[in-house]
């Protein structure tokens, strides 16, 4: 059975970093195939893809925040870590984690997801 | 960066309708295209992956098709539990399109 489980504040001030953590099971991030990806949407708003590692350690970014963002993951401790820098207003939003899977044509998609953590900037 | 376009941003139906969505890429992307449902309050739910190929578990009144910049999801027979909203993915570089929310008339 596949989990996953975002973690971190749920209020942060505008300039600081925020730090979130995925924590997964029922899957290994070092199998062949297997990733995790970082999502966010912001209140009534819609799906933005941010970040995405894979098993073998690479790492990819959105293009517009890719100067804010850092993945990482733990496979020992089956977690993933993304921080964005800088946070502002406009980044209060509903973050999610979800497992994604590489297809050997090089597409990806997000089969399971978890539940998403809101986190609000304001000072 | 490749934009996916989708339309309707809503659309009210009555259950057993047929309902189409529309996605369209800013330029070619072959078969790479994912469809997800959301629910109010929820995660979204992957329904299609790689244009037409249905997500074990997901019921067959789903389908997509489409390929190169045009792309198309159906539900054959709008049940009540399908209102949600719906996105396209562009599973290349991972862009997600504006959402179409479903609503029974």
């Known amino acids: 059975q596949v989990t996953l489980r975002e973690s971190g504040p749920a209020l942060v001030k505008p300039t600081q970093t925020l730090t979130l953590t995925c924590t997964f099971s029922?899957?290994?991030?070092?199998?062949?195939?297997?990733?995790v990806s970082w999502i966010r949407q912001p209140p009534g708003k819609a799906l933005e893809w941010l970040a995405l590692?894979?098993?073998?350690?690479?790492?990819y970014y959105s293009t517009s925040l890719k100067t804010r963002l850092t993945i990482s993951k733990d496979t020992s401790k089956n977690q993933v870590v993304l921080t964005m820098t800088n946070m502002d207003p406009v980044d209060t939003a509903t973050y999610y984690c979800?497992?994604?899977?590489?297809?050997?044509?090089?597409?990806?998609?997000?089969?399971?997801w978890g539940q998403g953590t809101l986190v609000t900037v304001s000072s | 960066d490749i934009q996916m376009t989708q339309s309707p941003s809503s659309l009210s139906a009555s259950v057993g309708d047929r309902v189409t969505i529309t996605c369209q890429a800013s330029?070619?992307?072959?078969?790479?295209l994912n469809w997800y449902q959301q629910k109010p309050g929820k995660a979204p739910k992957l329904l299609i992956y790689?244009?037409?190929n249905l997500e074990t578990g997901v019921p067959s009144r789903f389908s997509g098709s489409g390929s190169g910049t045009d792309f198309t999801f159906t539900i054959s027979s709008l049940q009540p539990e399908d209102i949600a909203t719906y996105y396209c993915?562009?599973?290349?570089?991972?862009?997600f399109g504006g959402g179409t929310k479903v609503e029974i008339k």
């Open positions: 979800a497992r994604t899977t590489a297809t050997y044509s090089g597409s990806y998609y997000f089969d399971y």
């Open positions: 029922g899957f290994s991030l070092s199998t062949s195939g297997m990733c």
């Open positions: 590692i894979d098993w073998d350690d690479d790492k």
């Open positions: 330029q070619d992307i072959s078969n790479y």
């Open positions: 790689d244009a037409s």
């Open positions: 993915q562009q599973s290349g570089k991972l862009t």
